[in-house]
């Protein structure tokens, strides 16, 4: 993790995983749209780390939700 400035504001910044974690812990309270497009990025990134996901997810309480993501993310793989 890092820190970096908004307006004044200091704000954590996390990788790619961290944020996918926190997104399916907060799910209910997130907008829809921007939590699909959070998940579909992801899933098309080349630089996903599945293991690194399912680390975070195992500590922040979201491996049944993380385990989709990685499904989802493998069968996009297999179709290709």
């Known amino acids: 993790m890092s820190k970096g400035n ?6 954590k910044i996390y990788d790619r995983e961290r944020v996918v974690c926190e997104c ?3 799910v209910n309270t997130m ?3 921007i939590f699909n ?3 579909q990025r992801y899933i098309g990134d080349k630089k ?5 996901l ?3 997810a195992s500590k922040l309480g979201v491996e049944k939700k993380a385990r989709r993501v990685v499904g989802m993310a ?3 793989i297999k179709d290709m």
């Open 31 to 33: 907008d829809g749209e």
């Open 74 to 76: 493998v069968k996009e």
């Open 54 to 56: 399912m680390m975070y």
């Open 48 to 52: 996903k780390d599945a293991a690194k």
């Open 24 to 26: 399916l812990r907060h």
């Open 6 to 11: 908004i307006d004044g504001i200091t704000v």
């Open 37 to 39: 497009t959070v998940i």
